[in-house]
């Protein structure tokens, strides 16, 4: 069974960069698009970016195209969240999920379609 572990979130200045980290044990990850999503208090959890089986094709929310970029090692069985220029109000919870597809073109940020979820990686952006 596919187990999923976030990490790299932490306190950075605002501006600052971050890369989170999404690695997978139980299962090869090559099988599987993946997504991360982010949930700050009191909202809902929204997706954004995903990338899809052969890593060709990532798909961003239009707020994270310019700073965020997803990417995938499936050598290493992990997917990364690179985060530049952060801002107050990227604090939030992250987490990646995944998704077995046969599609290896197919990826997408829609919570509801991810059945497997890592517990989350705090980020704070804070001066």
């Known amino acids: 069974q596919l187990q999923l572990v976030e990490s790299g979130g932490g306190l950075v200045q605002p501006g600052g960069s971050l890369r989170l980290s999404c690695a997978a044990t139980g299962s090869p990850l090559n099988y599987y698009a993946v997504a991360w999503f982010r949930q700050a208090p009191g909202k809902e959890r929204e997706g954004l970016a995903c990338?899809?089986?052969?890593?060709?094709?990532?798909n961003y929310q239009d707020s994270a195209e310019d700073r965020f970029s997803i990417s995938r090692d499936n050598a290493k069985n992990t997917v990364y969240l690179r985060m530049d220029d952060l801002k107050l109000e990227d604090t939030a919870t992250y987490y990646c999920?995944?998704?077995?597809?046969?599609?290896?073109?197919?990826?997408?940020?829609?919570?509801?379609?991810?059945?497997?979820w890592g517990q989350g990686t705090q980020v704070t952006v804070s001066s």
């Open positions: 999920a995944a998704r077995t597809t046969v599609s290896s073109t197919w990826c997408s940020k829609m919570r509801t379609l991810f059945n497997s």
């Open positions: 990338i899809t089986r052969d890593g060709d094709s990532p």
